[in-house]
């Protein structure tokens, strides 16, 4: 069964470094998303994809914060300088509209730890 | 605006016992319910949806009632198995808030033999 990749599956940084977090989606889908938890909270949005450019992002989603899919598959995100309190999971997400009801299709996810 | 309540955990249960763990929400239209699983070292897993009023979602024993009436969609199984042991999340997408998901804090269960 197609399935999301991210990696790296834990990355332990410093404060004010910066991080690129990757995902390969499925490769028919054409909206991609990034959602983050901090432990014991909600899954919070970030930001959706589509046609090469963000089609939604959340108030977390500010300008330390960025997406990019550089080539056909891979789709990143990048936290320019990392504060403590990014410190969260982080999940990627693809969907085919065409393959009914709004089913997002989640990655097992990236730790990030900023210390 | 849109957002999703469930019940906090964690909820350790014996084996076969009945699980329900229940999710209530809050949306501007009419929403597609979800209720996702996450076994550990895993990502968010599907485990069954209902896209409108009434509908029932059900997946490997467990069920879940779109109720709109109640604005719930509880998540229950019969009689629970070791293997269920996992993170259960509940979630909406409202078509009228664009694609994002909205999701509950999840409710960790535990099932011991």
């Known amino acids: 069964e197609p399935e999301v990749t991210q990696t790296p599956s834990h990355q332990v940084t410093q404060m004010g470094q910066e991080v690129i977090l990757r995902c390969v989606p499925i490769?028919?889908?054409?909206?991609f998303y990034w959602y983050r938890q901090i432990l014991g909270q909600k899954v919070e949005f970030l930001v959706s994809?589509?046609?090469?450019?963000?089609?939604?992002k959340s108030e977390i989603f500010d300008d330390q914060f960025s997406v990019e899919r550089p080539d056909g598959s891979n789709f990143t995100l990048k936290i320019r300088s990392t504060k403590l309190e990014d410190s969260a999971m982080y999940f990627c997400?693809?969907?085919?509209?065409?393959?009914?009801?709004?089913?997002?299709?989640f990655g097992a996810g990236s730790r990030l730890t900023v210390l | 605006g849109d957002s999703v309540t469930q019940m906090e955990g964690p909820v350790t249960l014996s084996e076969e016992a009945f699980l329900t763990i229940n999710c209530t929400y809050t949306?501007?239209?009419?929403?597609?319910l979800f209720w996702y699983v996450q076994y550990p070292g895993e990502g968010l897993q599907l485990l069954l949806k209902?896209?409108?009023?009434?509908d029932k979602g059900s997946n490997k024993g467990f069920e879940a009632t779109y109720r709109k009436e109640t604005t719930s969609f509880h998540l229950e199984k019969g009689s629970v198995q070791v293997s269920d042991s996992a993170v259960y999340f509940c979630?909406?997408?409202?078509?009228?808030?664009?694609?994002?998901?909205?999701f509950g804090t999840g409710t960790s269960l535990t099932v011991i033999p």
């Open positions: 997400a693809s969907w085919d509209p065409f393959a009914g009801a709004n089913v997002l299709t």
């Open positions: 490769s028919n889908h054409l909206y």
């Open positions: 994809f589509y046609n090469n450019e963000i089609s939604e």
């Open positions: 949306a501007t239209g009419y929403p597609s």
């Open positions: 209902a896209t409108k009023a009434d």
């Open positions: 979630a909406l997408s409202d078509p009228h808030t664009g694609n994002q998901f909205y």
